[in-house]
C-alpha cells in the first residue's frame, strides 16, 4: 500500500475537516449579508443611533470589520453574476482583493488569474488577485485611477464619520472660546469677535 493513500480513518476525518473549512467560507458571507440587510435597513435603531455603534456594542468588532464583510459579500454577488468561474472566489481574502477591484475589471481580474491557474497548476488566492490587478491597472487595461476611486470609495463613509467627529470636537473649542470671551465684554472688543464664532459654529453644524 502506497504511503500516500489515506486509511479509512484518516479519510474520514479529511472528509469531517474539509466540511469544516467550507462552512466557515460560507459563513463570513452569511454573516456580511446579514449585517448589509441590517445596516440598508436600519434594523438596529431602536437601541442603536448608528450602525457603526451598534456593532461595535452588540458584536464587539470594529466597524471596520463589519464593513470588509459586507464588502465580500457584494462582490460574491458581483463574482456569481458575471463570471461563471464565482464558485472558486469563495474565501474572504479573495473577495477583499477583488472588492478593490472596479465592478467593471472585476471580469478581466478573474480571467487573468484562471488562466494563470490553468497554466501554472496552482490554485487562485488572494495574492494573484492583487498582482494581477495591480498588472492591469498599470498596463492601461483599466485606468489606474479608477481602481484609487474604488479603494477611495470603500473608506468614504469611516471618513465622513471621522470628519463629523472632529466638527463636532471643533464646535465644542469653539463654544468654550466665546464662553471665554464673555469675560471680555467690559472691554467692549469682544462682539466681533463672538460674532464670528458663533457664524464659525453655525456653518459646522450645518455641514
Not at 475537516?17 to 449579508?33: A, C, N, S, W
Not at 464583510?69 to 463574482?79: D, G
Request: aromatic share 6%.
Amino acid at each position: 500500500m502506497s504511503e500516500n493513500k489515506l486509511t479509512a480513518p484518516e479519510r474520514s476525518d479529511f472528509r469531517r475537516l474539509e466540511k469544516v473549512v467550507e462552512d466557515g467560507m460560507q459563513t463570513f458571507l452569511e454573516v456580511g449579508q446579514a449585517l448589509k440587510e441590517i445596516r440598508d435597513a436600519k434594523l438596529y435603531r431602536e437601541k442603536w443611533t448608528t450602525f457603526e455603534g451598534y456593532v461595535e456594542d452588540r458584536w464587539e468588532f470594529q466597524k471596520r470589520h463589519a464593513y470588509r464583510l459586507i464588502e465580500a459579500f457584494e462582490t460574491k454577488q458581483v463574482v456569481d453574476e458575471k463570471c461563471p468561474i464565482g464558485h472558486k472566489i469563495n474565501n474572504e481574502a479573495q473577495l477583499r482583493e477583488l472588492a478593490k477591484v472596479p465592478e467593471s475589471a472585476i471580469q478581466t481580474v478573474l480571467d487573468k488569474v484562471v488562466e494563470q491557474s490553468q497554466e501554472t497548476g496552482k490554485p487562485i488566492t488572494a495574492a494573484a488577485i492583487k498582482e494581477a490587478a495591480e498588472e492591469i491597472a498599470s498596463g492601461g487595461d483599466v485606468p489606474e485611477t479608477d481602481f484609487g476611486k474604488k479603494e477611495a470609495k470603500q473608506d468614504i463613509g469611516e471618513r465622513v464619520q471621522i470628519e463629523r467627529s472632529r466638527a463636532k470636537k471643533t464646535v465644542e473649542a469653539l463654544m468654550r472660546t466665546v464662553d471665554d470671551l464673555q469675560g471680555l465684554r467690559k472691554s467692549g472688543s469682544h462682539k466681533p469677535i463672538i460674532e464670528k464664532c458663533r457664524e464659525l459654529i453655525q456653518l459646522i453644524q450645518e455641514w
